[in-house]
Protein backbone atom coordinates (compact mmCIF):
# COMPACT_ATOMS: atom_id res chain seq x y z
CA UNK A 1 0.00 0.00 0.00
CA UNK A 2 2.91 2.31 0.81
CA UNK A 3 3.90 1.76 -2.47
CA UNK A 4 1.13 2.53 -4.17
CA UNK A 5 0.83 5.80 -2.56
CA UNK A 6 4.15 6.98 -3.26
CA UNK A 7 3.94 5.98 -6.78
CA UNK A 8 0.00 8.25 -6.76
CA UNK A 9 1.74 11.24 -5.16
CA UNK A 10 4.70 10.88 -7.80
CA UNK A 11 2.20 11.00 -10.65
CA UNK A 12 0.42 13.79 -8.67
CA UNK A 13 3.79 15.94 -9.34
CA UNK A 14 4.42 14.62 -12.71
CA UNK A 15 1.02 15.99 -13.65
CA UNK A 16 1.13 19.21 -11.43
CA UNK A 17 4.93 19.45 -13.89
CA UNK A 18 3.05 18.70 -17.43
CA UNK A 19 0.69 21.79 -16.29
CA UNK A 20 3.08 23.98 -15.75
CA UNK A 21 4.80 23.60 -18.82
CA UNK A 22 1.17 23.87 -20.64
CA UNK A 23 0.69 27.15 -19.20
CA UNK A 24 4.32 28.71 -19.54
CA UNK A 25 3.74 27.32 -23.31
CA UNK A 26 0.48 29.13 -23.79
CA UNK A 27 1.77 32.13 -22.00
CA UNK A 28 4.67 32.29 -24.36
CA UNK A 29 2.57 31.55 -27.22
CA UNK A 30 0.50 34.42 -26.40
CA UNK A 31 2.67 37.04 -25.66
CA UNK A 32 4.34 36.48 -28.84
CA UNK A 33 0.68 37.08 -30.75
CA UNK A 34 0.34 40.05 -28.86
CA UNK A 35 3.87 41.47 -29.82
CA UNK A 36 3.24 40.41 -33.49
CA UNK A 37 -0.01 42.55 -33.26
CA UNK A 38 1.88 45.03 -31.63
CA UNK A 39 4.48 45.36 -34.00
CA UNK A 40 2.34 45.04 -37.21
CA UNK A 41 0.11 48.08 -35.78
CA UNK A 42 2.92 49.89 -35.19
CA UNK A 43 4.06 49.28 -38.97
CA UNK A 44 0.42 50.13 -40.24
CA UNK A 45 0.74 53.24 -38.37
CA UNK A 46 3.85 54.30 -40.38
CA UNK A 47 2.55 53.54 -43.58
CA UNK A 48 0.14 57.08 -42.50
CA UNK A 49 3.07 58.84 -41.50
CA UNK A 50 3.44 61.38 -44.85
CA UNK A 51 6.84 62.46 -45.68
CA UNK A 52 5.70 65.66 -47.32
CA UNK A 53 6.57 68.44 -45.70
CA UNK A 54 5.94 72.30 -46.39
CA UNK A 55 8.79 74.78 -46.29
CA UNK A 56 7.74 77.89 -44.20
CA UNK A 57 8.30 81.24 -45.90
CA UNK A 58 11.14 82.96 -45.10
CA UNK A 59 10.62 86.26 -44.17
CA UNK A 60 12.75 88.73 -42.28
CA UNK A 61 11.16 91.84 -39.61
CA UNK A 62 12.68 95.12 -39.81
CA UNK A 63 12.96 94.90 -36.18
CA UNK A 64 15.72 91.99 -36.59
CA UNK A 65 17.72 94.33 -39.72
CA UNK A 66 17.63 97.55 -37.11
CA UNK A 67 18.86 95.45 -34.22
CA UNK A 68 21.71 93.95 -36.93
CA UNK A 69 23.23 96.88 -37.85
CA UNK A 70 23.70 98.25 -33.86
CA UNK A 71 25.48 95.33 -33.29
CA UNK A 72 29.67 95.95 -33.30
CA UNK A 73 31.38 94.30 -36.41
CA UNK A 74 33.26 91.21 -36.17
CA UNK A 75 37.28 91.46 -35.05
CA UNK A 76 37.62 90.51 -38.57
CA UNK A 77 35.87 93.42 -40.26
CA UNK A 78 37.28 95.61 -37.69
CA UNK A 79 40.63 95.23 -38.78
CA UNK A 80 42.04 94.13 -35.58
CA UNK A 81 42.12 90.62 -35.75
CA UNK A 82 44.46 89.73 -33.00
CA UNK A 83 46.62 86.57 -32.68
CA UNK A 84 45.09 84.38 -29.08
CA UNK A 85 47.85 85.43 -26.32
CA UNK A 86 48.73 81.52 -25.62
CA UNK A 87 50.02 80.73 -29.41
CA UNK A 88 52.26 84.07 -29.02
CA UNK A 89 53.11 82.43 -25.21
CA UNK A 90 53.88 78.79 -26.73
CA UNK A 91 55.94 80.61 -29.84
CA UNK A 92 57.35 82.92 -27.44
CA UNK A 93 58.96 79.61 -25.12
CA UNK A 94 60.04 77.76 -28.48
CA UNK A 95 62.32 80.60 -29.82
CA UNK A 96 63.80 81.36 -26.44
CA UNK A 97 64.07 77.51 -25.28
CA UNK A 98 64.13 75.72 -28.35
CA UNK A 99 64.85 77.57 -31.36
CA UNK A 100 68.00 79.07 -29.62
CA UNK A 101 69.97 75.87 -29.64
CA UNK A 102 68.88 75.22 -33.14
CA UNK A 103 69.71 78.96 -34.19
CA UNK A 104 73.20 78.16 -32.46
CA UNK A 105 74.32 75.01 -34.81
CA UNK A 106 73.46 77.44 -37.91
CA UNK A 107 75.82 80.64 -36.26
CA UNK A 108 78.50 78.51 -35.73
CA UNK A 109 78.50 76.76 -39.24
CA UNK A 110 78.07 80.13 -40.75
CA UNK A 111 80.49 82.02 -38.90
CA UNK A 112 82.95 79.14 -39.83
CA UNK A 113 82.86 79.20 -43.41
CA UNK A 114 80.87 81.90 -44.27
CA UNK A 115 82.44 84.71 -47.33
CA UNK A 116 83.42 87.88 -46.64
CA UNK A 117 80.35 89.12 -48.83
CA UNK A 118 78.05 87.18 -46.81
CA UNK A 119 76.29 87.89 -43.67
CA UNK A 120 74.78 85.59 -40.93
CA UNK A 121 71.14 85.65 -40.61
CA UNK A 122 69.25 86.74 -37.06
CA UNK A 123 67.40 83.68 -35.18
CA UNK A 124 64.21 85.87 -36.43
CA UNK A 125 65.62 85.66 -40.09
CA UNK A 126 66.28 82.30 -39.92
CA UNK A 127 63.26 81.41 -38.28
CA UNK A 128 61.00 83.06 -40.78
CA UNK A 129 63.14 81.79 -43.78
CA UNK A 130 62.35 78.00 -42.49
CA UNK A 131 58.81 78.98 -41.92
CA UNK A 132 58.98 78.89 -37.80
CA UNK A 133 57.97 82.67 -37.15
CA UNK A 134 55.24 83.17 -34.91
CA UNK A 135 52.65 84.37 -37.82
CA UNK A 136 53.17 80.64 -39.74
CA UNK A 137 52.79 79.07 -36.48
CA UNK A 138 49.65 80.85 -35.63
CA UNK A 139 48.15 80.09 -39.39
CA UNK A 140 48.42 76.16 -38.87
CA UNK A 141 48.72 75.55 -42.24
CA UNK A 142 52.40 74.10 -41.99
CA UNK A 143 52.35 71.17 -39.70
CA UNK A 144 55.88 70.70 -38.83
CA UNK A 145 56.10 74.08 -37.70
CA UNK A 146 53.30 73.20 -35.43
CA UNK A 147 55.46 70.14 -34.49
CA UNK A 148 58.67 71.62 -33.74
CA UNK A 149 56.73 74.36 -31.63
CA UNK A 150 54.84 71.64 -29.58
CA UNK A 151 56.09 68.47 -29.45
CA UNK A 152 58.97 67.45 -27.21
CA UNK A 153 60.64 64.61 -29.48
CA UNK A 154 60.47 66.52 -32.56
CA UNK A 155 62.46 68.74 -30.93
CA UNK A 156 65.09 66.93 -29.72
CA UNK A 157 65.24 64.23 -32.59
CA UNK A 158 65.59 67.82 -34.67
CA UNK A 159 67.93 69.47 -32.92
CA UNK A 160 70.69 66.36 -32.22
CA UNK A 161 69.78 65.05 -36.04
CA UNK A 162 70.26 68.25 -37.61
CA UNK A 163 73.42 69.01 -35.54
CA UNK A 164 75.31 66.03 -36.41
CA UNK A 165 74.41 66.70 -39.98
CA UNK A 166 75.92 69.56 -40.10
CA UNK A 167 79.08 68.47 -37.87
CA UNK A 168 79.34 65.18 -40.76
CA UNK A 169 82.15 65.38 -42.85
CA UNK A 170 80.60 65.84 -45.83
CA UNK A 171 78.55 68.59 -45.17
CA UNK A 172 82.25 69.90 -43.05
CA UNK A 173 83.67 69.37 -46.79
CA UNK A 174 80.68 71.23 -48.82
CA UNK A 175 81.37 73.87 -46.36
CA UNK A 176 84.89 73.98 -47.19
CA UNK A 177 84.52 74.36 -50.91
CA UNK A 178 81.84 77.05 -50.33
CA UNK A 179 84.66 79.54 -48.45
CA UNK A 180 87.07 78.88 -51.45
CA UNK A 181 85.16 78.99 -53.81
CA UNK A 182 84.89 81.63 -56.63
CA UNK A 183 81.94 82.51 -59.03
CA UNK A 184 83.10 81.08 -62.46
CA UNK A 185 79.88 79.76 -63.30
CA UNK A 186 76.99 81.83 -64.54
CA UNK A 187 73.61 81.17 -62.94
CA UNK A 188 70.96 82.11 -66.35
CA UNK A 189 66.97 82.67 -65.51
CA UNK A 190 64.57 83.47 -68.97
CA UNK A 191 61.97 86.07 -67.90
CA UNK A 192 59.36 88.03 -69.75
CA UNK A 193 59.06 91.34 -70.49
CA UNK A 194 56.67 93.66 -72.47
CA UNK A 195 58.51 95.26 -75.22
CA UNK A 196 56.51 97.06 -78.55
CA UNK A 197 58.02 96.21 -82.03
CA UNK A 198 57.12 96.26 -85.28
CA UNK A 199 54.75 93.44 -86.95
CA UNK A 200 53.97 93.42 -90.62
CA UNK A 201 51.22 90.60 -90.17
CA UNK A 202 49.35 92.83 -87.80
CA UNK A 203 46.19 94.61 -88.53
CA UNK A 204 44.89 96.29 -85.13
CA UNK A 205 45.56 99.72 -86.48
CA UNK A 206 43.69 101.70 -88.35
CA UNK A 207 46.31 102.12 -91.35
CA UNK A 208 48.14 99.19 -91.44
CA UNK A 209 46.95 98.82 -95.06
CA UNK A 210 49.23 101.85 -95.88
CA UNK A 211 53.26 101.21 -96.88
CA UNK A 212 54.65 99.80 -94.94
CA UNK A 213 51.93 97.32 -93.79
CA UNK A 214 51.45 96.51 -90.28
CA UNK A 215 51.19 97.96 -87.42
CA UNK A 216 52.84 98.40 -83.75
CA UNK A 217 52.14 96.01 -81.19
CA UNK A 218 53.32 95.11 -77.52
CA UNK A 219 54.14 91.46 -76.80
CA UNK A 220 55.94 89.47 -73.88
CA UNK A 221 59.38 88.52 -75.16
CA UNK A 222 61.51 86.17 -73.54
CA UNK A 223 64.87 88.15 -72.16
CA UNK A 224 67.88 85.67 -70.78
CA UNK A 225 70.09 87.06 -67.65
CA UNK A 226 72.95 85.57 -66.39
CA UNK A 227 75.16 85.96 -63.08
CA UNK A 228 77.84 85.10 -61.86
CA UNK A 229 77.30 82.25 -59.63
CA UNK A 230 79.39 79.54 -58.21
CA UNK A 231 79.79 76.00 -59.81
CA UNK A 232 77.36 73.59 -58.82
CA UNK A 233 77.21 71.81 -55.64
CA UNK A 234 78.69 74.42 -54.01
CA UNK A 235 76.63 75.24 -50.78
CA UNK A 236 76.49 78.36 -48.60
CA UNK A 237 76.31 77.24 -45.14
CA UNK A 238 72.85 78.77 -44.73
CA UNK A 239 71.79 76.41 -47.68
CA UNK A 240 72.99 73.50 -46.10
CA UNK A 241 71.50 74.30 -42.65
CA UNK A 242 68.10 74.86 -44.44
CA UNK A 243 68.73 70.93 -46.04
CA UNK A 244 69.13 69.32 -43.19
CA UNK A 245 66.15 71.27 -41.79
CA UNK A 246 64.22 70.01 -44.34
CA UNK A 247 65.80 66.75 -44.89
CA UNK A 248 64.85 65.75 -41.27
CA UNK A 249 60.95 67.29 -41.76
CA UNK A 250 60.55 64.94 -44.94
CA UNK A 251 61.91 61.66 -42.91
CA UNK A 252 60.05 62.57 -39.97
CA UNK A 253 57.12 62.79 -42.10
CA UNK A 254 57.47 59.37 -43.81
CA UNK A 255 58.10 57.64 -40.79
CA UNK A 256 55.12 59.59 -38.99
CA UNK A 257 52.82 58.24 -41.86
CA UNK A 258 54.31 54.43 -42.05
CA UNK A 259 53.55 54.34 -37.90
CA UNK A 260 50.19 56.37 -38.52
CA UNK A 261 49.48 53.30 -41.10
CA UNK A 262 51.09 50.13 -39.37
CA UNK A 263 48.72 51.24 -36.23
CA UNK A 264 45.54 51.72 -38.12
CA UNK A 265 46.04 48.75 -39.97
CA UNK A 266 46.51 46.91 -36.62
CA UNK A 267 43.40 48.68 -35.33
CA UNK A 268 41.44 47.31 -37.92
CA UNK A 269 42.40 44.40 -37.33
CA UNK A 270 41.50 44.42 -33.51
CA UNK A 271 38.15 45.80 -34.20
CA UNK A 272 37.62 43.45 -36.79
CA UNK A 273 38.45 40.69 -34.16
CA UNK A 274 36.24 42.13 -31.94
CA UNK A 275 33.18 42.43 -34.47
CA UNK A 276 32.50 38.51 -34.45
CA UNK A 277 32.15 38.55 -30.59
CA UNK A 278 28.28 39.00 -31.10
CA UNK A 279 27.80 36.97 -34.32
CA UNK A 280 29.85 34.06 -32.05
CA UNK A 281 28.15 34.55 -29.03
CA UNK A 282 24.94 34.97 -30.88
CA UNK A 283 25.68 31.38 -32.61
CA UNK A 284 26.69 29.90 -29.08
CA UNK A 285 23.35 31.13 -27.73
CA UNK A 286 21.64 29.33 -30.59
CA UNK A 287 23.47 26.41 -29.67
CA UNK A 288 22.11 26.20 -26.41
CA UNK A 289 18.83 27.30 -27.04
CA UNK A 290 18.50 24.08 -30.14
CA UNK A 291 20.10 22.05 -26.73
CA UNK A 292 17.38 23.12 -24.25
CA UNK A 293 14.67 22.70 -26.92
CA UNK A 294 15.97 19.35 -27.74
CA UNK A 295 16.34 18.37 -24.19
CA UNK A 296 12.51 19.31 -23.34
CA UNK A 297 10.97 17.45 -26.18
CA UNK A 298 13.56 14.75 -24.50
CA UNK A 299 11.96 15.40 -20.97
CA UNK A 300 8.45 15.52 -22.59
CA UNK A 301 8.85 12.15 -24.21
CA UNK A 302 10.75 10.62 -20.96
CA UNK A 303 8.07 11.77 -18.54
CA UNK A 304 5.31 10.19 -21.03
CA UNK A 305 7.44 6.81 -21.18
CA UNK A 306 7.91 6.80 -17.02
CA UNK A 307 3.72 7.58 -16.48
CA UNK A 308 3.11 4.87 -18.39
CA UNK A 309 5.64 2.59 -17.07
CA UNK A 310 4.05 3.77 -13.81
CA UNK A 311 0.30 3.00 -14.86
CA UNK A 312 0.72 -0.80 -16.15
CA UNK A 313 1.99 -1.78 -12.35
CA UNK A 314 -0.80 0.64 -10.51
CA UNK A 315 -3.17 -1.20 -12.55
CA UNK A 316 -2.33 -4.85 -11.78
CA UNK A 317 -1.96 -3.84 -8.00
CA UNK A 318 -5.35 -2.90 -8.56
CA UNK A 319 -6.52 -5.85 -9.81
CA UNK A 320 -4.69 -8.29 -7.28
CA UNK A 321 -6.20 -6.02 -4.33
CA UNK A 322 -9.79 -6.53 -5.81
CA UNK A 323 -9.06 -9.81 -6.30
CA UNK A 324 -7.70 -10.54 -2.78
CA UNK A 325 -10.65 -8.27 -0.94
CA UNK A 326 -13.87 -10.00 -2.88
CA UNK A 327 -15.22 -13.22 -0.93
CA UNK A 328 -14.38 -16.52 -1.55
CA UNK A 329 -17.43 -18.93 -2.61
CA UNK A 330 -18.72 -22.11 -0.22
CA UNK A 331 -17.69 -24.69 -0.31
CA UNK A 332 -20.56 -27.79 -1.04
CA UNK A 333 -21.20 -29.74 1.50
CA UNK A 334 -21.66 -33.95 1.34
CA UNK A 335 -24.79 -35.69 2.49
CA UNK A 336 -23.03 -38.57 3.39
CA UNK A 337 -20.59 -37.01 5.81
CA UNK A 338 -23.45 -35.79 7.43
CA UNK A 339 -24.69 -39.35 8.28
Not at 170 to 183: C, M, V
Not at 209 to 235: D, H, K, L, M, W
Not at 242 to 251: L, W
Not at 310 to 317: F, R, S, Y
Request: with cysteine; charged share 20%.
Amino acid sequence: MKKLKNRLSIDRIESVYLAILRIAVLTVATISLIAAAGFALDGLWRFAVVTDVKQEPTAVAPAEVIAAMKMPPPAAERGDAQIPAHVRAAHAEFSSKVFSVYYSVYRKASEAYKKSEDTTLTQAELMSALGYDLETYASGEVPATKLFVENTAYQQQAQTAVAAAMADATALGQLQEYKAAQKTAQSCTTEYERRTMWDSNSTACSDWFYQPYGCNVTRSVPVQRCVAAYPEGIVSPTVAFGRADDAFRVIWAQRAEANAQAAADKRYAREETRSKIGPRLMLALQIIGGFLVVMFFFLLIAVERHLRRVAEPTKDALVDTDESVAPKPAEPTDPASDV
